[in-house]
């Protein structure tokens, strides 16, 4: 025995310092188990696929989100999970799909994961046989119906498009809780709002289309017209959420109108942003756009990608993307109060469910007509 051993005292910290490794190597997965055993409602053989998963090299997600929205959920998945190493790929909303036919003709596709907005390429991809249909969540018996739009797609978040105004250049009886009360600041002072009221580009591509036409099928199509027409005297349209806001920070931009929860939600909760800027879900009309995932009938790393899926849609999942600007739909996911700690049920409290217009696949809502789009495009004076 070494000298050092004889010391009791010394002993004792050693099989304390070996309870702690032997704790430690549970904790991390590589004794074998994961971090925390599974929910009692998964599958009794779901042991089963985490050690499977460990035969594997990693997820790789194509979607169209940034890498701080997916930085806290990406952490939180790896403190349960650490060997899977999680490759996203921001892309736009059309390419994730774009891309991955592209690959797949090619023979080289290696997706494991999608994630996209887009209602209308989602439907063309579940045609393509794109999704693995056989995939089921385990999570799938806590998930809201209207979450599940097609067999093995599932709603990652429900992200609002929204109102954000600077609170320091209007005053308090100026701040717009609605679409309606922007046209109406408009119509009784154009000059004064010239080039000071800001959106998206509304039909530069199918997914803005579906959030642009779910707004005016919500409101009615006559009615949300003559707001755009109204809007279009003083409104400037961009491309990039994140102009906008720098523009309301500084003031060149008074008003901002459907912008994205997950692009917007991360800069309003910074401090000194927050002490200039303002924001409200339209009671006319929030539109929550859904965003889906769903495993890509390519994926090389199956059992990887379900743990990645499970864990997105579990209570832990949807509580550490929220930390990423995306936004909760269960029920059972409490956040504390402020910009990133809104669920639907939150903002549902806050304006009623019947001023929530959410995404979906049913056509009518999903694809406007040519005619509309051509007027919506005239009211704002966007060229084609």
């Given at each position: 025995?070494?000298?050092?051993?004889?010391?009791?005292?010394?002993?004792?910290?050693?099989?304390?310092?070996?309870?702690?490794?032997a704790?430690?190597?549970?904790?991390?997965?590589?004794?074998?188990?994961?971090?925390?055993?599974?929910p009692?409602?998964?599958?009794?053989?779901?042991?089963?696929?985490?050690?499977?998963?460990?035969?594997?090299?990693?997820?790789?997600?194509?979607?169209?989100?940034?890498?701080?929205?997916?930085?806290?959920?990406?952490?939180?998945?790896?403190?349960?999970?650490?060997?899977?190493?999680?490759?996203?790929?921001?892309?736009?909303?059309?390419?994730?799909?774009?891309?991955?036919?592209?690959?797949?003709?090619?023979?080289?596709?290696?997706?494991?994961?999608?994630?996209?907005?887009s209602?209308?390429?989602?439907?063309?991809?579940?045609?393509?046989?794109?999704?693995?249909?056989?995939?089921?969540?385990?999570?799938?018996g806590?998930?809201?119906?209207?979450?599940?739009?097609?067999?093995?797609?599932?709603?990652?978040?429900?992200?609002?498009?929204?109102?954000?105004?600077?609170?320091?250049?209007?005053?308090?009886?100026?701040?717009?809780?609605?679409?309606?009360?922007?046209?109406?600041?408009?119509?009784?002072?154009?000059?004064?709002?010239?080039?000071?009221?800001?959106?998206?580009?509304?039909?530069?591509?199918?997914?803005?289309?579906?959030?642009?036409?779910?707004?005016?099928?919500?409101?009615?199509?006559?009615?949300?017209?003559?707001?755009?027409?109204?809007?279009?005297?003083?409104?400037?349209?961009?491309?990039?959420a994140?102009?906008?806001?720098?523009?309301?920070?500084?003031?060149?931009?008074?008003?901002?109108?459907?912008?994205?929860?997950?692009?917007?939600?991360?800069?309003?909760?910074?401090?000194?942003?927050?002490?200039?800027?303002?924001?409200?879900?339209?009671?006319?009309?929030?539109?929550?756009?859904?965003?889906?995932?769903?495993?890509?009938?390519?994926?090389?790393?199956?059992?990887?990608?379900?743990l990645?899926?499970?864990?997105?849609?579990?209570?832990?999942?949807?509580?550490?993307?929220?930390?990423?600007?995306?936004?909760?739909?269960?029920?059972?996911?409490?956040?504390?109060?402020g910009?990133?700690?809104?669920?639907?049920?939150?903002?549902?409290?806050?304006?009623?469910?019947?001023?929530?217009?959410?995404?979906?696949?049913?056509?009518?809502t999903?694809?406007?007509?040519?005619?509309?789009?051509?007027?919506?495009?005239?009211?704002?004076?966007?060229?084609?």
């Amino acid at each position: 025995m070494y000298k050092g051993l004889a010391n009791p005292s010394r002993r004792k910290a050693l099989k304390t310092l070996a309870a702690f490794t032997a704790g430690l190597m549970v904790s991390t997965g590589f004794a074998g188990v994961a971090f925390a055993a599974a929910p009692d409602y998964y599958p009794a053989d779901y042991s089963s696929v985490v050690e499977a998963s460990k035969q594997e090299s990693g997820v790789l997600v194509y979607s169209n989100m940034g890498e701080m929205n997916w930085r806290p959920l990406i952490e939180a998945f790896n403190a349960e999970y650490p060997w899977i190493k999680v490759q996203t790929l921001d892309l736009g909303s059309i390419e994730v799909f774009e891309r991955y036919y592209a690959e797949t003709a090619a023979g080289n596709n290696a997706t494991d994961v999608v994630v996209s907005h887009s209602s209308a390429a989602w439907l063309d991809f579940i045609k393509k046989d794109g999704v693995n249909a056989e995939y089921k969540s385990a999570e799938d018996g806590k998930l809201p119906a209207y979450s599940k739009p097609a067999t093995g797609v599932y709603t990652i978040s429900v992200d609002p498009y929204f109102i954000v105004y600077n609170k320091a250049l209007l005053a308090e009886n100026e701040w717009p809780k609605s679409i309606q009360d922007i046209v109406d600041l408009v119509a009784k002072d154009p000059q004064r709002f010239a080039h000071k009221i800001a959106t998206g580009v509304p039909m530069s591509n199918a997914a803005a289309q579906n959030l642009t036409n779910t707004y005016f099928q919500h409101v009615g199509e006559e009615k949300a017209l003559k707001q755009y027409e109204i809007l279009g005297q003083d409104v400037d349209v961009y491309r990039s959420a994140g102009q906008i806001m720098e523009k309301l920070t500084t003031g060149e931009v008074l008003i901002g109108f459907m912008l994205s929860g997950i692009q917007v939600f991360p800069l309003l909760a910074d401090p000194a942003r927050a002490q200039i800027l303002g924001y409200a879900f339209p009671s006319d009309g929030t539109v929550m756009l859904m965003r889906h995932i769903a495993m890509a009938k390519t994926a090389k790393n199956p059992n990887s990608s379900r743990l990645f899926i499970d864990f997105v849609l579990s209570k832990a999942g949807q509580t550490a993307l929220s930390s990423g600007g995306l936004m909760s739909y269960r029920d059972d996911v409490e956040l504390p109060d402020g910009p990133t700690g809104y669920t639907y049920k939150k903002i549902a409290a806050e304006v009623g469910d019947a001023s929530l217009a959410p995404t979906s696949f049913d056509s009518k809502t999903m694809i406007p007509s040519q005619d509309l789009i051509d007027k919506v495009n005239a009211a704002l004076h966007v060229q084609p």
